[in-house]
């Protein structure tokens, strides 16, 4: 080989060494997507339960999105924490430039970072927060869990049904349980019910008692109660058990309150009490299915429910959110197109409404029953689709 020869392989060697390095430097680096939620305190298991979600979908689709590698990066809110959340939203925007936002438990927490999605152009997918407004402080953000107006109403219209004339509500003092209590009244009254006092209970209550003693010196045919999962949900239950609504004839309706991660703990205590919601682990399909075996796949202990449903469905329109702007960052082109999506989610057919950006999804009347020697959310009726009433109100 003359000189002249090996003079130009050299260079041409040179010449592909360096594109290949320039090809690896203009490698597009991970989709990054910031998670909020309580990693920490009493209501923990909902970070856990967005995390099994969130990762087992990513996994269910090979471990990319749109072609795209993901970075999860996780933050604790804690519990309703505004200003916190507010830091965090902040640090994780500017410092780690995050391309979409998930999660959120709390209204509150939701609701003070409004203003950094808006001014940002971040698309922030609701895993869980269920006041109506949430929706409107932000036209970037969408919602994949439910709202109180959404899951209340039909429970409303069917308890009117069942010939109930005096219910009692019982909430917790926050923004959805404001909602549910709104709802409630409203829906109960207009079909010839009667509400007979209206009971705001403080978040951090722990002791249940008196005002479960309330709802039995009422006259209540029934109640019709919302609170936060997790503790609350046990203490309510207890305190109605052991007070002696059930054994009184006061009939039980609810929401959530017999949420998958508690819902062995309340053991026969929890037989028989009613809810209206959107999703239950025991729902009868291919696509729960497949949810399930993928959190199980995960991790064995993983619960399925409505948190960890919620954030399914929420990294599935993230991700056709990164199909439609090629993985690249167009918060208005990425929020476009979610505004038309419709998929069979695990809890059934399901679409984001264009208008409000909530999730349109059947709601289904739930008894807790015994299956196998398990407690169960056994669906017993399907209200079909319902959207969310509490924007018009």
Do not use: C
């Not at 290949?20 to 970070?47: D, E, M």
């Not at 994949?144 to 109930?164: D, E, G, I």
């Amino acid at each position: 080989m003359t000189a002249t020869r090996r003079a130009i392989v050299r260079s041409l060697a040179l010449a592909a060494t360096f594109a290949a390095g320039f090809a690896h430097a203009q490698a597009p680096g991970p989709i990054k997507v910031g998670i909020l939620g309580p990693f920490s305190g009493p209501f923990a298991h909902y970070g856990a339960l967005f995390k099994a979600g969130a990762e087992a979908y990513v996994a269910s689709q090979g471990g990319k999105l749109g072609g795209r590698n993901v970075e999860f990066i996780y933050r604790d809110t804690g519990g309703p924490n505004p200003g916190q959340t507010r830091t965090l939203v902040q640090e994780l925007i500017v410092k780690d430039k995050v391309d979409y936002l998930g999660g959120f438990v709390f209204t509150p927490n939701a609701m003070a970072v409004a203003p950094l999605i808006q001014q940002s152009q971040t698309p922030t997918v609701i895993f869980n927060a269920a006041t109506s407004a949430i929706t409107d402080k932000s036209e970037f953000f969408i919602r994949t869990s439910y709202t109180l107006w959404q899951v209340t109403v039909p429970m409303a219209q069917w308890a009117a049904r069942q010939n109930l004339k005096k219910v009692v509500t019982a909430v917790t003092d926050y923004g959805p349980g404001i909602d549910a209590e709104t709802a409630f009244k409203s829906e109960f009254t207009k079909q010839g019910g009667t509400v007979v006092e209206t009971i705001r209970m403080p978040i951090a209550t722990t002791d249940f008692g008196p005002f479960v003693q309330r709802i039995k010196a009422s006259g209540a045919q029934a109640v019709y109660t919302f609170l936060p999962g997790g503790p609350p949900n046990l203490g309510f239950v207890k305190a109605y058990n052991e007070n002696g609504l059930a054994k009184a004839g006061v009939q039980f309706l609810g929401t959530a309150e017999t949420d998958e991660f508690d819902l062995q703990k309340f053991g026969d205590a929890a037989l028989g009490l009613t809810t209206a919601f959107h999703y239950s682990g025991a729902h009868d399909s291919p696509e729960n299915k497949k949810f399930v075996d993928a959190l199980k796949k995960r991790d064995p202990n993983v619960v399925a429910n409505y948190a960890s449903v919620g954030a399914w469905d929420g990294m599935y329109v993230i991700h056709k959110m990164i199909e439609a702007t090629g993985g690249q960052r167009d918060g208005l082109k990425a929020i476009h197109a979610a505004r038309s999506l419709a998929w069979e989610s695990p809890r059934g057919p399901v679409r984001i409404d264009s208008k409000t950006r909530h999730i349109v999804q059947n709601v289904y009347l739930r008894k807790v029953e015994k299956q196998g020697g398990a407690l169960v959310n056994k669906e017993l009726q399907n209200f079909g689709p319902q959207a969310d009433y509490g924007l018009d109100k």
